[in-house]
């Protein structure tokens, strides 16, 4: 079974901090996204990487970076947190294929901005 | 306009009652169709995927596709309190990123 995981379930940052959000996944996918989940919004691509030290804009990239040094991790980074940050974000992974290949996500960390 | 619209919810049904989940998308360029539910503090897992239109099977659920009109239906029969979760429509085209929908609420009472 493909395992992603997010290292943290809750967090709580201030506004201003270097907040780092960390994804590793078991299964050797080449691909690895992050997104965030608001109420009446659905799911909204951050970022996705598609191999080793590559990188993609999604389609709310503002305000965030990502990092990925090794095939099983990417870290998702706000450089300096605000409050309109607080939200419910998913890491996830696939094969390459794009949209052909399914994605498995994480559980999700909960982040809240004060 | 967004490209895949979902309505929301919440949608509350019986237990045994057959559940119709539906979404609507705009680019006919659209080739792969996928459900995915979501439960309660749990990240989304793949439940249906579909590249053609026409109707998919899998115990009781069925995923429906009709390109003509651009729709898709998830099915969902002898409903279950186990299927209370939202479930969010994703649809993609080749080797662009998938587009979800908003997600549906959807709470099954015993």
């Known amino acids: 079974d493909v395992k992603v995981t997010q290292s943290s379930r809750y967090l709580v940052k201030r506004t201003g901090e270097k907040v780092f959000l960390e994804c590793v996944q078991d299964?050797?996918?080449?691909?690895m996204f992050w997104y965030r989940q608001d109420p009446g919004l659905g799911l909204r691509l951050i970022y996705f990487s598609y191999d080793v030290k590559m990188k993609e804009k999604g389609d709310i990239p503002e305000g965030y970076s990502v990092s990925r040094e090794k095939k099983e991790r990417f870290s998702l980074i706000l450089e300096s947190a605000s409050t309109n940050q607080t939200s419910m974000y998913l890491c996830?992974?696939?094969?390459?294929?794009?949209?052909?290949?399914?994605?498995?996500f994480g559980d999700g960390t909960r982040l809240s901005i004060l | 306009q967004k490209e895949v619209e979902q309505d929301p919810g919440p949608l509350s049904v019986p237990e045994g009652a057959i559940v119709s989940l539906n979404c609507t998308y705009s680019n006919s360029a659209f080739q792969y169709f996928m459900w995915y539910r979501q439960y309660s503090r749990k990240g989304p897992e793949l439940l249906m995927y579909t590249y053609s239109s026409g109707n998919k099977e899998d115990g009781r659920f069925t995923a429906q596709v009709d390109k003509s009109s651009k729709y898709i239906s998830l099915f969902i029969r002898d409903s279950q309190p186990s299927d209370s979760a939202t479930y969010l429509c994703a649809e993609g085209k080749g080797a662009q990123k998938l587009v979800f929908g908003q997600g549906t609420r959807l709470t099954i009472n015993p």
């Open positions: 996830a992974s696939s094969f390459p294929g794009g949209s052909l290949q399914p994605q498995h």
């Open positions: 299964m050797d996918h080449e691909n």
